[in-house]
């Protein structure tokens, strides 16, 4: 007598290998992920598990987005991970945003032209990607602004969309401004943030 198979509950989401190998996914089926599925980007066609950021990286980003929405603007909205459609199957998830503040308060993929600045905070896992892949796709998709936070210590890197071209044609970001002490910027907004503020 043979016993039963016992049923298991599926394994959690993950994208199917065989579109991962085509390159296929596009942004709208980002929009369809099911509830349980991780924090993902898209980058060409492929889907990738965002990483687990550390307690560190979190309370640097949210120490900036509290500094951000009581600081900026009202025409300035500051997010959290909200997921920026670069272009027809590249969606990436800035640490922290200000987007502006008339887009609707129920999306939840924005295009380039909602964006104003976008910041990454670099991670031992995201370093090659926070400090070279993402500042060139949001420079091509026309993000005015990004700023990259280092670890350990705290320290602020502030790029404008310039007016240099890159070698895909594209403009490319300069630095603006940089320190582990005080930031002192006129755009996006008048902005004068020491990095205490922002450091755990």
């Given at each position: 007598m043979s016993a039963e198979p016992i049923a298991t509950p599926p394994g959690p989401w993950c994208p199917d290998p065989i579109r991962q190998q085509r390159a296929d996914y596009t942004l709208e089926d980002l929009l369809h992920l099911p509830d349980d599925a991780p924090r993902v980007e898209l980058v060409d066609g492929v889907i990738q598990v965002a990483p687990s950021?550390?307690?560190?990286?979190?309370?640097i980003s949210s120490l900036l987005w509290l500094w951000l929405r009581s600081h900026a603007p009202a025409r300035l909205h500051a997010a959290q991970a909200v997921g920026v459609a670069l272009n027809a199957n590249t969606s990436r998830q800035p640490d922290v945003l200000l987007c502006r503040a008339q887009v609707s308060p129920d999306r939840s993929l924005l295009t380039p032209a909602d964006v104003v600045l976008a910041v990454e905070v670099v991670s031992p896992g995201t370093r090659r990607i926070d400090r070279f892949a993402k500042p060139?796709?949001?420079?091509?998709?026309?993000?005015?602004?990004?700023?990259?936070?280092?670890?350990?210590?705290?320290?602020?890197?502030?790029?404008r969309r310039g007016d240099r071209i890159g070698p895909g044609g594209?403009?490319?970001?300069?630095?603006?401004?940089?320190?582990?002490?005080?930031?002192?910027?006129?755009?996006?907004f008048e902005i004068k943030l020491s990095i205490g503020e922002i450091t755990p």
């Open positions: 950021p550390t307690l560190g990286h979190q309370d060139g796709e949001y420079a091509a998709a026309g993000i005015p602004f990004y700023w990259r936070i280092e670890q350990d210590p705290v320290h602020l890197y502030a790029y594209e403009r490319q970001y300069e630095l603006i401004a940089e320190s582990a002490e005080l930031i002192e910027l006129s755009e996006p």
